[in-house]
């Protein structure tokens, strides 16, 4: 006996009266537990249906022109209130994509800076309910955009962590005081150590012996912090690239067995050591927050080793989800996490993030150039490489490609989706489920706010893409009055 319900087929209906065969459909067939399966036409917006359905749009599953291939995008993983299809084409914020593709180009990096500053609103708001008096500051090297950077200056959102004379060049050209930036930086030059003495009033943390001595002989008596190695570390998925103190030795950063020769240094050159530095590992999610704790305890044996501390800086490296199956940040429980260990303590508390402020508020908008069976496996090729946006390449971090303006009603495909550089490994995502793709299509790489634009390398001559920053009309998003600017947090 065939147990699958009939379909529900919408196609050629307006949504007014797509809305209607729905509903007295679910009249019709009161009673039973079966879900509608209903097909929509082109124009007809899955979401904008169920949102008209109310209560009935539990009931209703959307499925593709054959019936049989399952539940169509709109319920995807990655959709949220800011980035989610209307009228069939993704829109950010209130941009739809498709169109900006067409004015323009591709590939574009679009970032939506509302979303960096709510994601900013969101962790000082859990630090305050956990009573973490703290200070934030956003870790620029995920995203440098000039754009962004004035942005985020210009409504006081954050003071900024610079981790090369670089950037910290770069940040006071975009308007940053230097009573805003915190630096910590590694390997540092006799170049890099003749800049930074030239501002005794920056937060500087160094991570190695060797710095704190020259940083010292080149300027004693300054106030300092120190970026400690707690040896527990913590990465997404356990990754150890992404994993900067754990069971393997890193560059990164004091270990406990040598904090007597960092202080004997230190009262050498005079040097107050006021801060301590940490940044354990970077795209940690909800699972790995018993991890984090072990990190944090193992740093708890250097806080008295230094009289003068004021400050632990526990460095950036929330994650942001990556598949349906990553389980997001509950920062409520994060933030209880740090209190617990550093609050009440005389000390402030401050977070760099970088990735969790910027990635998942942008995308790589690119065109697809060609879509082609090889053998056993169909590829669709994009008009962007992993030169430009490096993290699947490199760290195997999961890269999820969706279509702009998707063809729901022609049913899917199963796809490896592919840059256009010369290289194996410029696969985007291989066995990507998706909606048919043409020549043409756009493709919108997904969470490529962070560490996209700002690690593209030139290679092949395909370093070349667009970069649009989206700022909403809203009177709550204008600039703050400078009189009004408190740097760098509480
Ligand atoms: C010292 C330091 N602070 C902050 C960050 C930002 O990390 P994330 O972007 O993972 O938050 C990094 C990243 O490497 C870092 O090295």
Known sequence: MDASPAILDCRGLPPALAVLRIKQAAITSQGTDTPLRVVLGAGCEPQDISDALADIASRVRYVIADGDTGPAAPSSWWQRDDLRYHGGRLHLGGTDLEELAGQVGTPTYVLRASRVRDNIHRVAAALSHAGVEHRIYYAVKANRSPALLAYLRTRDLCGVDVCSTGELMHVLGCGFPVEAISYTGTSLSARDIDVLSRFPGLRVNVDS????????????????????????????????????????????????????????????????????HMHVGCGYLDGQLGQLAAAFDAAGEFLDA????????????????????????????????????????????????????????????????????????RFAGLDAGFNLAMEPAFYGLPCEPVAVAPRWAEGECTYTVVGNINETLDVWAAEHRMTLLREGDRVALLN?????????????????????????????????????RAIGGQ
């Open 306 to 377: 230094f009289a003068d501390l004021r400050e632990i800086n526990l460095g950036g490296g929330l994650g942001v989800p990556h598949t349906a199956t990553d389980q997001p940040l509950d920062l409520t429980v994060w933030a209880d996490t740090i209190a617990a260990r550093f609050a009440g303590r005389g000390l402030r508390v401050a977070v760099e993030p970088g990735d969790y402020f910027a990635k998942d508020a942008g995308l790589l908008l690119t065109t697809v150039t060609s879509v082609e069976q090889r053998r056993e496996v």
């Open 209 to 276: 012996l060797s710095s704190l001595a020259r940083l010292g002989r080149a300027g004693p008596g300054r106030e300092i912090g120190l970026r400690i190695n707690p040896a527990v570390g913590v990465g997404y998925q356990d990754k150890e690239l992404l994993t900067y103190s754990g069971a393997a030795t890193t560059k990164f950063g004091i270990y406990p067995e040598h904090v007597d020769e960092a202080r004997t240094i230190a009262e050498q050159w005079q040097l107050r050591v006021v801060r301590l």
């Open 448 to 484: 490529a706010g962070g560490y996209a634009a700002s690690m593209r390398s030139d290679h092949c001559l395909r370093g070349a893409a667009g970069e649009v920053l989206l700022i909403d009309d809203d009177p709550a998003d204008r600039p703050q009055p400078a009189a009004r």
